[in-house]
Structure formats: structure tokens, C-alpha cells
């Protein structure tokens, strides 16, 4: 079974531009969530995705957004970039289940925003 | 969210067992116990959960304490591979939770 994956690995931006991300679940995971890592503060939960639907949300600023396709893919959006915008992006697929379920993590994009 | 408080390093001597605490004095009746780890640039990687009983996987076993306020992974053999972040995370088992609340984990050094 394919475990998941991000596109792109890396990317460079400049402040002020915007950029989006992809993530592709495995196959037959229903929610998609998203997580910022940076050193200073670590993992934090953005949002997560389940069937379409934006179900939780983490403490982020409207620029980060997200939405997910009929075929589970996902994507996440920033606009307007900031220097501190700059992390490994992660995603993790599940079944939705809750508590007693596994989050599998994809490798994660690096975002550089200079 | 429950918290979860752990220690922030750890050293183990390769081949030989490792024990990692993790104290949860507030957890709720429904929260499962979960253990991730992220390996050196890589994405944090599912270890084991468990609610009320012991648990023992492929890779690890997990000791929950009777009043379910601490638990231990444990690591049977470390290898140079479980050289790693281990964080200790607290789901609440409702369904539509999906969150992970990472806290700042467990550094493990493994001495050859």
C-alpha cells in the first residue's frame, strides 16, 4: 500500500507571494490533516479535512486555508507570505475514526520564504 | 487538551532496553495514549496507543499505570535506528478528533 505523499519537497518563496501544497492520502483514508514544524514552536495542528469538510482547526491566521477533492487529495494554501511562514509542512492521512485511529505522515514540504 | 509531560532527552546504550515516561495526571476516561516518533528528517512515525491494558507491537510495548496518570513505551532492544524525537500524545476518543497535540517529546540518543 502507498504510504502518502506531498508535493513539492521543497520550495522557495519570496514574501508576499502565495503558495499551495498537495498532499495525496492512502488510498481509502478519508481525513487529511495538516501540520506546521518550525524549531521554535514545533508540531502545531492547522486543520483537518474529512470528506470535503473542514472539520477541526487549529489556532492559525486566515491566510492558511486548505480544502480537500472527492478522491481525498488535499491541498493547503498560504497567502501573502512571511518570513515566519517558513517550515516543514506536513500532512497525515487517516481513516477519521478518532481517538483509537493511526496517523500515517507523509515526508513533508519544506517551505522556504525568503 | 490533556498534557502530556515527558522528559526532554534520553541516552541508551545500544541493544539494551529503553524505558520512556510519560506523565498525564489530567487524562479523561475516553483519551487513548498514543506514541509517535520522528526519526531525522522525516515526518513523525505511529509507534503504538493503547486506552486501559498493556499493549505490545512489532515495534514496542506500551505499561499503562492502573490510574491511568503515566505510562512507559518501551523499547525491547534499541538500535541505531530508534535514535529519535518520541512524543507522547493524548487522543480523545471521540469520533471526529482527529487533532495530534505534539508536545516537545523525547530526544533518544542511542550510544553504540
Known amino acids: 500500500k502507498a504510504g502518502v505523499t506531498q508535493t513539492p519537497r521543497y520550495l522557495i518563496k519570496t514574501r508576499g507571494q502565495q503558495v499551495t501544497l498537495s498532499c495525496s492520502p492512502i488510498s481509502g483514508h478519508r481525513s487529511v490533516s495538516w501540520y506546521q514544524q518550525t524549531p521554535g514552536q514545533g508540531l502545531q495542528f492547522l486543520f483537518e479535512?474529512?470528506?470535503?469538510?473542514?472539520?477541526n482547526k487549529g489556532n492559525f491566521p486566515g491566510r492558511f486555508s486548505g480544502r480537500q477533492f472527492s478522491n481525498s487529495r488535499s491541498e493547503m494554501n498560504v497567502s501573502t507570505l512571511e518570513l515566519g511562514d517558513s517550515a516543514l509542512y506536513l500532512c497525515?492521512?487517516?481513516?477519521?475514526?478518532?481517538?483509537?485511529?493511526?496517523?500515517?505522515f507523509g515526508p513533508g514540504t519544506r517551505l522556504t520564504v525568503l | 487538551d490533556a498534557k502530556t509531560t515527558q522528559p526532554n532527552s534520553m541516552e541508551s546504550n545500544e541493544e539494551e532496553p529503553v524505558h520512556l515516561p510519560c506523565n498525564h495526571s489530567t487524562i479523561s476516561g475516553t483519551d487513548y495514549i498514543h506514541w509517535y516518533r520522528q526519526l531525522p528528517s522525516q515526518g513523525p512515525e505511529y509507534v503504538i496507543h493503547g486506552l486501559t491494558s498493556n499493549v505490545n507491537n512489532r515495534m514496542a510495548s506500551l505499561a499503562i499505570a492502573e490510574d491511568r496518570k503515566s505510562s512507559t513505551l518501551i523499547l525491547h532492544r534499541a538500535t541505531l535506528r530508534d535514535a529519535a524525537v518520541y512524543y507522547c500524545i493524548l487522543r480523545d476518543g471521540d469520533f471526529g478528533n482527529e487533532k495530534l497535540t505534539f508536545g516537545t517529546g523525547t530526544r533518544l540518543t542511542i550510544i553504540p
Open positions: 497525515a492521512s487517516s481513516t477519521g475514526a478518532g481517538g483509537s485511529d493511526t496517523q500515517y
Open positions: 479535512y474529512f470528506s470535503e469538510t473542514q472539520r
